[in-house]
Each structure stands twice: as C-alpha cells, then as structure tokens.
C-alpha cells in the first residue's frame, strides 16, 4: 500500500534555530517528491519538488533531501523565523499516475520568539 | 502567480441540505481536484477532473458529486450533508501532460465546512 510517513508530529524552536522534518515514503514506481508549507487557515504551497535523480534541493532556508535507495526525505530549515510556524506536508506522486498524490499527514512546527 | 480562488472561506449548513462549493482558477489549467483535509489524515482526494464535463473518482467520493461546465470552475456538491462532511474542503488545479508531471499543484486557501 502506498503511504507516507512524516515524524515528528509536531515541533517546537526558538527563533534562529535549525530544524529537520523527516519523511518515508513506501510509494512505488516513484515519479516526485514535494514538500509543502501550509499556513494555518490557507491552502498548501509549494516548497519543492524533487525527482528521483536529485537529492537535494534549495528553496531560500529550506533544504529538501532525497534518498531514493531508503526512501526517506527530510526538509531542513536554517535560521528559522516565526513566520516560518506552520504544516509542512510531505507528497509524493507514483509514475503510474501523476495526478494522484499521496499525501502525508504533516508536520506541525512552532517557532517561538 | 496562478489563483485558485475558493467562493466561501466558512460555511455552516444543516444536516440534509444540498451543498454547493465553488472553486474557480484563473491560469487555465486542465486538472481540476477537490481534498478534504482532517486533522491527523492528511489531504484525501474527493474528485478530480482533467478536461470539462470530465471527472474521475478520487479516494472518498461516497456522498459527494462534482461539476465541471467550464475549464476555469470546478464545483463540489453534497447531495445530502451529514455532520460527518464537517471539514476544511480544499480545491487545486495543474497542468497536464508529461512534461508538467513535476509541476505543483496550485490550492486555494479552503473552506471550512460545519454540519449541524
């Protein structure tokens, strides 16, 4: 069954500190993997996408990694922000059918000043 | 930037009502999706359409229905609401075709829907 994990749930920083979200995925053939932020009360935005022939991609302070082999990803954030408080949902789309997502349940992060 | 603009941020209706969403997008896109989002699920397809008057079953269609009579809206609609529909509905568009497959989907900011 194809599904998507993400850990941890949830997540609390201060301000100007690190943090990485996990995700595994079990989703076969794989076609993408997307990272999204969602903002309370606003729909998902796009952070990354990543294929199978990338493991690692830069949006700004995020940082998207893939391994394929172990089917994991994790999204790390530098220097965080309070504005970067929000769902990071992890999606990974299947070769066989690119508009069908799967998508994890996310993970809730809290920046504190 | 693509829009996807949701017709309702909140919505309160009662049990049995039939229930009308509306999303439209301005960046004409083909595919069309309807999610609803519950806490510790993740996003579910409802619906999706890749053309007008086209639509396919998602992952939970029972008791939802859709309409797509031009390209730029899509519309959601409970036949008969139950408070077991009380969600955030969330609509999205994408381009088609294989060279778009590592192409977002673009969302709205959702309605949040209460049964009564």
């Known amino acids: 069954k194809n599904q998507v994990e993400q850990s941890p749930q949830s997540l609390i920083i201060l301000e100007g500190k690190n943090c990485t979200l996990q995700?595994?995925?079990?989703?076969?053939?794989?076609?993408?993997l997307r990272w999204y932020k969602q903002d309370t009360g606003r729909g998902p935005v796009s952070l990354t996408i990543?294929?199978?022939?990338?493991n690692t991609k830069s949006n700004g302070r995020y940082t998207a990694t893939l391994d394929a082999d172990t089917k994991q990803s994790s999204l790390h954030i530098t220097a965080s922000q309070l504005s970067d408080s929000a769902s990071y949902i992890c999606v990974v789309s299947a070769v066989d059918s690119s508009y069908k997502l799967i998508f994890g349940s996310g993970t809730r992060l809290l920046v504190r000043p | 930037d693509v829009k996807v603009t949701q017709s309702s941020r909140y919505l309160v209706k009662r049990t049995g009502e039939k229930v009308f969403l509306e999303c439209v997008q301005d960046m004409d896109h083909e595919n069309m999706f309807w999610y609803r989002q519950d806490p510790g699920l993740g996003l579910r397809l409802i619906y999706f359409s890749y053309d007008v008057k086209m639509k396919e079953k998602g992952d939970i269609p029972e008791g939802y229905s859709v309409s797509r009579e031009k390209k730029e809206r899509f519309s959601l609609i409970l036949e008969s609401a139950s408070t077991n529909q009380t969600s955030m509905y969330l609509c999205a568009s994408s381009l088609t075709g294989r060279r778009y497959s590592n192409q977002p989907q673009h969302f709205g900011d959702g309605t949040r829907l209460s049964i009564l």
């Open positions: 990543m294929t199978f022939s990338e």
């Open positions: 995700c595994n995925y079990t989703v076969s053939p794989f076609s993408n």
